[in-house]
């Protein structure tokens, strides 16, 4: 007697097979010596030395994981993580700061807002412009007159602006905060580096990956610019401290035991991260989103919308960068637009993804960890290397010791991680722990 067949959903996605089973030797090794440095620092450096390291370490590890998941998962290569971490910390620094009643008690806010609800209408105005030739206005004439347009009123609004800036730097210095707790900061600063995110994605998700990274590393050089220059927000040079913690700061518990709680909170912060994208990874939403990297025509043959889906990838790494930065400028007490370099905030970021492995959760977290104990430690390991060398040649050879030996020992930082990304990608091109392929066959 035969059986009916049964059909298949077409609608149907099967799961990811159960990983392999397998001792995670490398793994162990590489966690092992990880926890083996963090030892050796906290002997040599003190606790309250280590403990502020780990806590960056931690900061870092959320900057890199949003850009694995562009970078890894997308094969989108994201070169202005600075702007967003900036963006986190300028979020950080707004929410948290006490409220300037010199600004809030006067006539200014009301005057700020009447300027920027004119420049809500004038974006209004453009955007209206550029639909003219749904009207039968030619597309010629319609290009010129948004041109024309946007020219003429952004000067207009331009120019109210300034005045009204220069009255508040005049009597209030600057804007102020509002009062509220950090991480409602932390939060902000993830959906505005969101917010541009979804904005820059419109419109550079469509360029191929080297005009990609060209575009997004010119748009975090505009929002540094805007928030350095911008004194009557941030304070520009002047930098903005002390920000107030979320947790007890060292005048309640001391600078090794406030550090270690400041830990435990963005510990947290990483193991919730780490869950999500681990499920989403292995999610029917993840293998799209890989498929797409992998081949992108293939995908789009199959009734995939490629262009939405590279914009919510690249909207949530976007978010993490927010988020991490956020946490970072609060821990450091200080916002300072000028701090944010793209050695520090974008390319030692991209040596972290590079040396843990792209589009591995794990990997990204070992690597955003170790490099930023080697960015660290090389300073005064050069230092020492550099004073034994004076010993050595004043003592035996006479030699006449050079000046400024801590600068240069600072700038053994760039030699290391450039000596080290060269190492990673001549020996392990995918990382030290690169992306497990699954095969569906």
Not at 64 to 75: C, E, K, R, S, V
Not at 93 to 104: G, R, T
Not at 241 to 249: D, F, Q, R, V
């Amino acid at each position: 007697m035969s059986h009916p067949t049964k059909t298949r959903n077409p609608a149907y996605t099967p799961k990811d097979p159960p990983p392999e089973r397998r001792f995670p030797l490398r793994e162990l090794i590489l966690f092992g010596a990880l926890f083996v440095a963090v030892l050796a620092v906290y002997a040599v450096m003190g606790a309250a030395y280590s403990t502020r390291m780990l806590v960056e370490a931690a900061c870092y590890a959320i900057l890199a994981l949003g850009l694995t998941i562009q970078w890894g998962y997308a094969g989108q290569f994201n070169a202005g993580v600075m702007g967003f971490v900036a963006l986190g910390g300028f979020c950080a620094m707004l929410f948290s700061v006490p409220v300037n009643d010199a600004f809030w008690g006067t006539e200014l806010p009301g005057e700020l807002g009447r300027v920027l609800l004119y420049g809500i209408a004038a974006t209004l105005v453009v955007v209206g412009a550029t639909k003219l030739d749904r009207l039968g206005v030619p597309k010629k004439l319609r290009t010129v007159v948004a041109v024309v347009l946007a020219v003429v009123l952004y000067l207009v609004i331009i120019s109210l602006l300034r005045e009204v800036t220069s009255d508040i730097q005049s009597r209030a210095g600057f804007v102020g905060g509002f009062g509220l707790p950090a991480w409602l900061g932390w939060i902000a600063g993830g959906a505005l580096a969101g917010a541009v995110g979804y904005f820059i994605g419109h419109v550079c998700l469509g360029l191929r990956s080297d005009y990609l990274a060209i575009a997004t590393l010119g748009i975090a050089e505009i929002i540094k610019a805007f928030l350095k220059n911008s004194d009557w927000l941030t304070r520009g040079t002047a930098t903005v401290s002390p920000l107030p913690w979320p947790t007890p700061g060292p005048a309640e518990l001391g600078f090794t035991l406030s550090r270690a709680v400041y830990l435990s909170v963005t510990a947290v912060v990483i193991a919730v991260i780490f869950l999500l994208l681990h499920r989403a990874y292995h999610a029917p939403w993840g293998r799209m989103i890989r498929a797409i990297r992998d081949n992108e025509v293939s995908s789009a043959a199959m009734g995939k919308d490629i262009n939405k889906r590279r914009l919510e990838i690249f909207v949530l790494g976007c978010i993490l960068m927010g988020l991490g930065g956020g946490m970072l400028g609060t821990f450091n007490s200080l916002f300072d637009p000028q701090g944010y370099l793209p050695l520090n905030h974008t390319f030692l970021v991209l040596v972290m993804v590079i040396l843990g492995g792209p589009g591995n959760n794990l990997g990204t977290i070992f690597g955003a960890v170790a490099v930023y104990i080697i960015w660290i430690m090389s300073e005064p390991l050069a230092l020492a290397l550099m004073q034994m060398a004076v010993f050595i040649g004043e003592g035996w050879f006479g030699w006449e010791p050079p000046r400024n030996l801590e600068s240069r020992a600072l700038q053994a930082r760039v030699f290391v991680i450039g000596l080290l990304i060269t190492l990673v990608l001549r020996f392990a091109p995918k990382g030290l722990l690169p992306e497990k392929i699954k095969s569906h066959g």
